[in-house]
């Protein structure tokens, strides 16, 4: 647990309010202080950095994108112990990374926005925050990076919350339940579930896996690095970067296989095929775990160990619909009663309603959510949103990956936000909003290039696809085009305004 420096005051007034600890807040964090934008204060609702990786400690935790990739670019690590890292350690690396940084005296943890709403008039934003560090704090911008991904969802399934045995979601381990020789559920066979199953299936007394749609799962190439590779990422000049940058490229090339034509990643899913074959002997299981749709619909799955656990003789693949929970069973649709002692509910988050557009009120007096409510979120590249002056999302709308690194995309939006705060101090603006011509042009381009990717096409329902069936979650391009469309601030697609209180400070007066 950190401590807030800020515990029961917050201050009155900061130029910058960013709302999350993970990966984006503290990204926007350590480049505002860069530029010289120090008087700013992250509010984070957890005990400590991380997000994500704060949160999901289940067994198994890990990435799935590999760790060179998966760090910061300004802040390498040569002495990642695996070449995908485990969730311990991306969580031991934010937390040093932020205190090396010196910004954490700007962080007031167990705290949260309850609300934000622009004032016109005074061009700012009036947040208002309870927990550790209360009360009003007016800002200039504010920064949203609270996370696609951090409000569980959990499934509507009669009889549920009823439930007398143990029951938690996959972001919310009970690590004071003990499993060892007890029947366990896990319902959902996502990215969550399928690192899950394998360490739970070890040491179960019974493991049930209710699965709705069979997900597609590649082999995981992990390896440890040796002392060696270590040392040499260490000491040779340029080495770690070119190491980095080599991974990049090689995942840009999966691009095509998403965004235009499917077929071309036949070589994909015949190593998914293989892996299947590999892991799974008994064909009546090895059929139900086959999945019926293209490969990449959903994200693709990496496990070698996910299979195997599948097939082991103390668990089962149910494949029939989970009809109602009752006190200590999990009845099917057949009619079947399985007993159970714990249920796992690794169902997902939030993701195409998110929570925290609920709490943020704009020049029209309308929240965000109500703003997307009619046609589903959208934003002007994936960052800020007409009627919400000097709001930025840092992983908003049409931002997310199939194929790559989420910290490239927080960087390259952190870099946009930097751009817009040196753009409104050189011209004093009080208000930057992007035009609703500016977006409605964006989001259609968008939706169009959409059309034809594999999200789209693909036979599969995702938690991509929103309530209209719209796709408001992935980039449908290269995140090298991504990252070019962020790299200035296009000031032509914004109405810009005066700083009409004389409160902003030219860059020479900040840097001063
Ligand atoms: O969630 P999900 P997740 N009854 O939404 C099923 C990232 N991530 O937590 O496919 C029964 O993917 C649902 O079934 P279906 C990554 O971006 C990364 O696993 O909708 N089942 C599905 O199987 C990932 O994509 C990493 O038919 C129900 C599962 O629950 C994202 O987080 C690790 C149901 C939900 O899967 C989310 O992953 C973990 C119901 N009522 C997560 N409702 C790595 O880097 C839902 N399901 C490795």
């Not at 009752?326 to 009845?331: E, G, L």
């Amino acid at each position: 647990m950190t401590s807030s420096p800020f515990r029961g005051t917050a201050p009155t007034r900061v130029d910058h309010l960013v709302v999350g600890a993970g990966f984006s807040g503290l990204c926007a964090a350590i480049k505002l202080q860069e530029d010289g934008e120090t008087d700013f204060l992250v509010v984070e609702k957890g005990d400590e950095v991380g997000g994500t990786w704060r949160d999901n400690t289940y067994p198994g935790a890990a990435c799935d994108v590999p760790s060179q990739l998966y760090s910061f670019s300004f802040a390498p690590n040569p002495d990642w112990s695996m070449s995908f890292s485990q969730q311990p350690e991306i969580q031991a690396y934010l937390r040093r990374v932020a205190a090396e940084s010196g910004t954490l005296d700007r962080f007031a943890f167990r705290t949260r926005l309850e609300d934000a709403r622009w004032d016109d008039a005074a061009q700012e934003w009036v947040c208002r925050l309870s927990g550790d560090a209360t009360g009003e704090v007016r800002s200039r911008t504010l920064v949203l990076g609270a996370g696609g991904l951090s409000e569980p969802k959990l499934p509507e399934i009669e009889g549920l919350a009823d439930f007398e045995g143990e029951l938690f979601h996959s972001a919310r381990w009970d690590h004071s339940v003990d499993l060892a020789g007890k029947r366990v559920a896990v319902i959902g066979t996502g990215a969550s579930a399928i690192q899950i199953v394998p360490e739970v299936q070890k040491v179960a007394g019974h493991l049930d896996v209710y699965q709705r749609t069979a997900p597609w799962v590649i082999p995981r190439n992990d390896r440890r690095y040796s002392a060696v590779e270590r040392a040499a990422l260490r000491r040779v000049p340029g080495l770690q970067k070119a190491y980095r940058t080599a991974i990049y490229w090689a995942r840009e090339t999966y691009v095509p296989a998403f965004t235009w034509q499917p077929k071309i990643a036949w070589p994909a899913k015949k190593l998914a095929l293989a892996n299947l074959r590999l892991g799974i002997k008994d064909p009546d299981l090895r059929a139900r775990a086959t999945p019926s749709y293209q490969i990449g619909c959903k994200r693709i799955l990496i496990s070698n160990t996910y299979y195997p656990a599948l097939d082991a003789d103390n668990a089962d693949l149910v494949t029939d619909r989970i009809a109602r929970v009752t006190d200590r069973a999990v009845v099917t649709a057949d009619g079947t009663e399985r007993p159970v002692d714990v249920i796992v509910v690794a169902t997902g988050f939030y993701t195409t309603e998110l929570p925290i557009t609920e709490h943020v009120t704009g020049r029209t007096g309308r929240t965000v959510a109500e703003t997307w409510r009619e046609h589903g979120m959208a934003a002007y590249k994936g960052t800020t949103v007409p009627g919400f002056p000097n709001l930025f999302f840092i992983v908003g709308p049409n931002t997310g990956l199939g194929h790559s690194s989420m910290v490239f995309v927080i960087e390259s939006q952190v870099q946009y936000l930097r751009e817009a705060v040196r753009a409104m101090r050189a011209g004093r603006y009080g208000a930057v909003e992007p035009t609703e011509r500016a977006t409605r042009r964006w989001n259609a381009a968008l939706q169009r290039r959409m059309k034809r990717t594999v999200w789209s096409t693909g036979g599969c329902s995702s938690w991509y696809l929103d309530a209209h069936g719209r796709n408001t979650i992935t980039w449908p391009r290269t995140t090298a085009s991504m990252r070019a469309s962020l790299s200035r601030f296009d000031q032509a697609a914004y109405d810009v305004a005066p700083d009409q209180t004389g409160s902003t400070p030219t860059r020479e007066d900040v840097s001063a």
